[in-house]
């Protein structure tokens, strides 16, 4: 494969043919925002968030799904390019919820990031009736699409790397929505709760359910005060110690690297890991969900048994 020659940002760099703007942007050190994009998904270019100015292109092509060209002189950070991203996050933002406190994605939302490096400001709002019905996802996690921001991401990963199709767009009073085939539960359309879904979304509109410990804390600030219920687990989360520490799945022999979350000793939450060799950052429901039962699980052999009389 042939190698292009071009400049970003003033700055010359050679890579190789079909290597998109963003790539290109990513190997001299230059940050792009972007909101659709995910490298375990194939470039959409939907949300135009990545756009950037290109002399001899109309417009602001996305740089994420624009292959790179010879001579080809790239700008990222221009005030056209800046006043267009800020107007493309405001319309994007015009039907989310402005409930960033109560939210449990609170400080860990991509979003939150991207509005952040953009530069605009969105007020807080005290919370409001939920449009959608926040809908269960199966037993191991929640949909609230109030909180979607149609970036496509759940829909792609569903359908493009794992080659089931649960997640669907749909029209919904005229708009594109998320959700599933004639609105059905995930177990009746194929799911197979791997949450690939829920890693890839940049919100909390697809979120693991809470733990057991986590859910009976919840219960207790709710009786006593519902209304700021959120607002304290944000903050008990944020200040519990959590250790991340990375290991094989030892449910079979595939070698799945994934990433456990230990809280006092004990695994609370496991994530695939996304440099892992054997399951590129993927997993199945068991290694997603079924870790902490399993090694902590009364049942489990934890000393050698030696078989005697046969």
Known sequence: MGKVKLWIDGQEVEVAEGTTVLKAAEELGIFIPTLCFHPQLRPSGNCRICAVEIEGFRGLPASCSTPVEEGMVVRTNTDRVKEFRQETLRAILRDHPRECIACPKNQTCELQELISYVGIEIP?????????????????????????????????????????????????????????????????????????????????????????????????????????????????????ERESKASICPYCGVGCRLIFEVQDGEIVRTVPDPNGPANKGLSCVKGRFGIGEFVHGPDRLKTPLIRKNG
């Open 124 to 240: 807080y709002e005290a919370p409001t009736e939920k449009k959608f019905e926040v809908k269960d996802g199966g037993p191991f996690f929640r949909r609230d699409y109030n909180l979607c921001v149609r970036c496509g991401r759940c829909v792609r990963m569903c359908n493009e790397v794992r080659g089931v199709g649960a997640i669907v767009f749909k029209e919904v009073e005229g708009r594109q929505e998320v959700g599933t085939p004639l609105d059905r539960p995930l177990e009746e359309v194929g799911c197979q709760f791997c949450a690939a879904c829920v890693d890839v979304c940049p919100t909390g509109a697809l979120m693991d359910k809470l733990p057991q410990w986590r859910a009976e804390v919840k219960a207790k600030e709710e009786n006593l005060c519902p209304e700021i219920s959120d607002i304290v687990m944000s903050l008990y989360d944020r200040y519990r």
